[in-house]
């Protein structure tokens, strides 16, 4: 018996020491559900790039900002020649703007980082270092200027210094001022200030927080404040919603959408928050999340953001699904050496790189053209539109999974609930899914609603026949009142105290029924992990290994048992190792009963609906910690305090004896590694 548990525990630890491995992308993918980049189409192309010698205006010198208007102008903040350069739709040259006349006397930009041009065209600039927005019309004439507010609203020592402006339908102004981590400044149209506007939440460690709160008012002065990060830019778009980036790398939540009152609306219901790169891409990049420093509204509520650490944009639906990404840091044309600003101008893609000094025009393939058509369709209500569009994507990406979901969302318009369940669970959608069951459900049931009822009641009828034969049997004396040797663990589930005595004393447990449970356990829970309901399942099948269960429930049942038998004869524990096994596998019934139902039951549920599922397992857990608890205590006749301290132990014990077996092997491997180099050293020589 010792040797055959030595046997399995050295297989198990060996089995448990592959490493996974690890799946690389290209420049062009997207992420499936399980976090891991995939290769995709390309969904743009670089047209042309433009630099400031192609419209006789010299070179560009470090441009920070893009805009373009309604009427399509786009403007760039041409920071280190400061100056506002304004194209026309044609990307040709149409204004400069540099010095200007202001109330009789000459004035002129310095270091402008932000521009922005509202509904009726006027421009208002982020002249940095003069650290106030100056407004123009459209034709590039001084309106107004909006100096550094004053109030009680303004913390001591607040230095003004905007970077990026925005103004919304109802002319109030947004201003982002470097080192302002109390949010963004609002001003009304008349240029007042009003306040702050949509703080970032501070991010601290809860060490760093219980150290301040023990520390003394002098220890606390010199420690590191907590507070909010800045914002680093904002777009507003045609419903006057804000969006915002944040350049902060560990944050699910580097990207907002502020409504008017400052609350984040953005929606997060893809695999992942809108955040860029998860840190799952192959070795040769940059690792960590994605760095924003831009951010721009599209059609459709599509929305793209920059990364600047790898120089790659994201573009996101109004779901936060990921459609796309493209680009990168590199020497090659269509790459950026620092991109500093992104815009939308119809369908292209602009975006300004302040090293490089220069504008790249991006126009889309035709697999981006297909799922912009398909966003746009689908908000538009065009579900036809949409589904073709879709079905083209799948044509040259099946990996996509937002286009199943696109699909299943044309189809669920429609009232086609079965297809489009299907198709959600193609895309990994469990939301969305749970919505078609819902609906697919409500049909069965109305339409078999008298054969459901009449199931229920000859499954009614059934029970209460057997209980009724049952007790008759027991009347007759078929029945004793001594729990046999296999009925024995169901009789230990309902009253441990007296099952497991008996199974000690009445020598009524056995070693064979033990092993039934545990191989049981093992089954039920390799088809519960197969064949759980789909909105409840998230075990990537690509992964499942019914030999993993055996490193899961195996490997740790005996190592319970070794180090419990191994921690009790040196407590004066009465328990012998074969009733340490029949105790421990007799706990694990409940485990046993509840796993086949809960899955039959976890694939007529919808997610709203699965807390009872959860809860089923929970009480089943419990259920068996308690039998563990009393078998413990039964088996070796200890208190209840000692049986606690005595299982708390055997949790060290265990961990101590893993261990001693990882670095077993570790020796081992190095021997063996050691003799093999020695033995091809001397294979050499000769």
């Known amino acids: 018996m010792t040797r055959f548990v030595t046997a399995i525990l050295i297989v198990m630890l060996l089995s448990s020491a592959v490493a996974p491995t690890q799946v690389s992308a290209g420049d062009n993918y997207s992420y499936s559900f399980w976090g891991d980049p995939v290769p995709a189409p390309s969904p743009y192309n670089l047209q042309k790039v433009m630099y400031g010698e192609d419209w006789s205006i010299g070179p560009l010198s470090s441009p920070q900002d893009l805009y373009s208007g309604q009427e399509g102008q786009l403007y760039i903040a041409d920071t280190g020649n400061n100056r506002i350069v304004i194209l026309n739709r ?8 540099s010095e200007f006349e202001r109330e009789g006397q000459k004035d002129q930009l310095n270091q402008p980082e932000g521009v922005f041009a509202d509904a009726q065209g006027n421009i208002f600039v982020a002249d940095t270092e003069n650290h106030r927005i100056v407004k123009f019309d459209q034709k590039g004439k001084y309106l107004s200027v909006i100096e550094a507010p004053k109030s009680t609203l303004l913390r001591k020592g607040f230095q003004y210094v905007p970077i990026k402006v925005g103004v919304d339908k109802a002319e109030r102004i947004y201003v982002i001022s470097r080192g302002s981590y109390e949010g963004i400044l609002e001003f009304n149209s008349g240029g007042e200030f009003v306040g702050f506007i949509g703080t970032n939440r501070v991010k601290f460690s809860p060490i760093d927080l219980f150290w301040k709160r023990i520390s003394t008012k002098a220890q606390r002065e010199q420690m590191q404040q907590f507070i909010p990060l800045e914002f680093n830019n904002i777009d507003i778009d045609a419903d006057s919603f804000m969006y915002t980036s944040t350049s902060e790398e560990e944050s699910d939540k580097p990207l907002k959408r502020l409504n008017p009152s400052g609350v984040d609306i953005l929606r997060s219901k893809g695999y992942f928050p809108p955040k860029g790169d998860t840190g799952n891409l192959e070795t040769g990049n940059p690792s960590g999340n994605s760095i924003f420093i ?5 059609q459709g509520g599509m929305f793209s953001a920059l990364d600047s650490k790898r120089g790659r944009i994201f573009t996101y639906d109004k779901d936060g699904n990921l459609l796309y990404t493209f680009g990168g840091l590199g020497s090659q044309q269509s790459n950026f050496r620092t991109p500093s600003a ?6 292209k893609m602009m975006v300004l790189d302040k090293d490089n000094n220069r504008l790249s025009i991006f126009e889309p393939t035709n697999y981006g053209s297909l799922i912009r058509e398909a966003v746009i369709a689908l908000n538009q209500g065009e579900n036809e539109k949409a589904t073709a569009a879709w079905h083209k994507v799948l044509q040259m990406n099946t990996n996509f999974d937002v286009a199943y979901i696109g699909i299943g969302k044309s189809l669920l318009k429609e009232g086609k609930n079965r297809e489009a369940m299907d198709y959600f669970k193609l895309g990994n959608s469990r939301e969305y899914y749970s919505e078609a069951f819902k609906r697919h459900r409500k049909e069965i049931v109305m339409e078999h609603f008298g054969s459901i009822v009449l199931a229920i009641v000859l499954l009614l009828g059934v029970i209460i026949a057997a209980f009724k034969l049952t007790r008759r049997k027991k009347a007759d004396g078929q029945f004793y009142q001594e729990f046999g040797i296999i009925r024995n663990p169901f009789y230990t589930m309902i009253h441990p105290f007296n099952g497991f005595w008996e199974m000690k004393y009445e020598k009524k ?6 092993i039934v449970i545990l191989f049981l356990l093992v089954i039920g829970t390799i088809v519960k992990r197969q064949y759980n309901g789909f909105v409840i399942n998230y075990n990537n099948p690509d992964l499942l290994n019914s030999l993993d269960e055996l490193k899961f429930i195996i490997l740790p049942f005996l190592l319970w048992c070794v180090a419990n038998w191994s921690l009790t004869t040196l407590m004066d ?12 596998a007799y706990a694990l019934l409940p485990l046993v009963i509840i796993y086949i139902p809960q899955m039959l039951y976890s694939n007529v549920i919808t997610v709203d609906e699965s807390s009872f599922y959860y809860m ?11 039998l563990l608890f009393t078998g413990t205590m039964t088996v070796h006749q200890y208190t209840a305090g000692k049986t606690v301290a005595t299982m708390l132990l055997t949790l060290v014990v265990m961990g101590i004896i893993i261990f001693l077996g990882v670095l077993f092997f570790s020796m081992l491997q190095q021997m063996i590694s050691f003799v093999s180099s020695i033995y091809n ?4 020589r000769l």
């Not at 524990?573 to 421990?584: L, P, Q, R």
Request: proline content about 0%; glycine content about 6%.
């Open 573 to 584: 524990g009465e328990g012998k190792f074969k009733e340490i096994v029949m105790a421990t």
């Open 681 to 684: 050293e001397i294979s050499f």
């Open 509 to 514: 447990g056995r070693i064979k029924v033990a």
């Open 342 to 347: 992104i815009e939308i101008l119809d369908d």
């Open 616 to 626: 089923m397992e929970a009480i089943a857990l419990v259920w068996s910690c308690w």
């Open 294 to 298: 831009d951010i721009t509204s599209d």
């Open 90 to 97: 044609q990307l040709e040259l149409a204004h400069v703007i």
